[in-house]
């Protein structure tokens, strides 16, 4: 089998579109799951929590 450039761009185009659909389906799957829920909320809050005045020199 030979590999020339229109047979890898189909392979690229074809398998790569399953690949990301698939890798978003699982992103989604891990910010959606119960488990995280306060995971994500401590990271929403943390940012807030620690310095609430301006940089100083």
């Known amino acids: 089998m030979s590999f020339d450039h ?19 389906v699982g992103v989604l799957v ?7 829920k306060k995971r994500f909320d401590d990271a929403k809050k943390s940012i807030l929590d620690e310095d609430d005045e301006p940089w100083k020199k």
């Open 30 to 36: 891990y910010v959606f799951w119960p488990s995280n």
């Open 6 to 24: 229109d047979s890898v761009v189909s392979f690229v185009t074809s398998w790569g579109l399953i690949y990301f659909i698939i890798m978003a």
